[in-house]
């Protein structure tokens, strides 16, 4: 007999629906979902938690604690990015241990715990700590294919694992590129090896062979596969839940679920897909064998073309996949899972849109530092160089990286309290883990981006390319389908749009001359600093009248959920600053002015 995991209630969504299907859409099918006898549902963590809070106005802690009183039978699972928890860069161990605590607390039973670089030292407190509540264990290891990731590799990994007190085991294939070959391997060499703790396969649909991988792991003697409800499925999504079942019915792996049940659950989910449909992509739902090649995970894939679209440059997908192994070779081969898949996914943006590594990000100088672990292969020395400077033999970092963080959690409080914010323990965490839009969240100023009784909601019709005429003479930004365009009219018959010539007949419209106005002898120009990228404001460094040195920090963005440093092209005075932290800005905005 082989359990089932079922993931529709995160993984689906995050990988097809952009992690936001609604807490309200989800509790109608619960107690169908409790009566099928799934070995446990996935219901929480990944990038759930960043979702509820920054696009749904939704409490994290009050949806797990929903689902578990709608949920009693069924165990519910987390998962549990190791020291980044729900996030992308390490916490230190107090707030890791409170988080769990409270997780175990408001419902959640199972922790599937993994680190994105397979670097043990990561996971040991999350382990620790989910055992000392007694909650399930399942250590995870991301599978990935490069030189260093052997299966003697994952064989050795896994019986550490076992022997730091795991209940169970995972490979996590978040990109859905695992063969069947490979996958017997592993299985079957865990099992050869004497590990005797249960042994989960988690993969996607993305490659097209997954269902063969996991008749191949049936064969090895694998004890859990991971699917979800075909309704909310696609390329990226998990192999379907009621195809798994049908599949295994009369053969000694035989689930025993009910195929009557698991059909009214595709019905209602059929529903919901519907009603989502203004957030469907047709790339997330093709198969994609270039997967084996670019190694972008689901989530990842379907998250990435919707940030593309945001900042105007959907057009650069298929450049940004083709750089994606380029940056993974760079950085020393790490697994592309969440947070090292964004650091190297929207480094190879940054690389495409602006030359390589000409723009880097504070998220690959950390990774680089050692700030994210070990890197599972080598990385060059001149890597190391281009990212971090001549002296970067100093800054590489050889110990655990959250035992270099001092204890945060009382501090966090403190702060909370200070504004009259503490409603409970786990408002803290929320505003430790995501300190600007947790603090956003709780102060009630996060609206979201749509309610369930307002969908369907309506596609947007594709913007027609033309704009009103600027009056000539005219220099300076146009936006136009989400792209920031710099304009420049040299004469009222000739137009230069991001540095090439047109004629201008064909860019706007005819209409009646503008009156020309006479043009007076300009001053001379300050230096704008200007954002590379669509995002917010995270903080402002500099204030007018300041001086600074070219390559000085001025601002920090967040852009695709990174941190970037906006620095001031020259040295110079600050002659304004025309931002606020905590502002969204949109690509090519004036950051501040210098003379």
Known sequence: MVQLHDQTLRDAHQSVLATRLRTEDMLPVCSKMDEVGFHSLEVWGGATFD???????EDPWERLSTLKKHIPNTPLQMLERAMNIVAYRNFPDDIVKKFIYHAHKNGCDNFRVFDALNDLRNMKVPIETALKVRGHVQGSLCYTISPVHTVERYVEDFKKLERMGCHSLCIKDMAGMISPARAYDIIKGCKDAGISIPIDLHSHNTSGMTGLSYMRACDAGVDILDTSISSLNGATGQPPTESVVAALRDTEFDTGYDLDLLMDIREYFNVVWRKYGHLHREAAMRIDPS?????????????????????????KYEQVLKEVPRVRKDFGYPPLVTPSSQIVGVQAVMNVKFGRYKRITNDTKEYFRGMYGRPPGEITPEMYETILGPDWQDQVIEDRPSSLLKPEYDERRDELDSMGLVGKPEDVLTYAIYPDIGLKFLKGEVKPEFTSDQLPLKKPEPAQEVVKRPAYPFQGRVRVNGRVHAVDMRSEDRVIVDGKEYNISLLFPREEPAEKAPVDKPAPAATEILSPMLGTILNVTVSPGQKVRGGETVAILEAMKMENDIAAPRDGTVQEVRVRKGEDVEEGAVIATMV
């Open 291 to 315: 997967v084996t090649t670019h190694q972008i995970p689901g989530g990842m894939l379907s998250n990435l073309v919707s940030q593309l679209e945001q900042q105007g440059a959907a057009d």
């Open 51 to 57: 979702a509820c809070i920054r696009y749904l106005n």
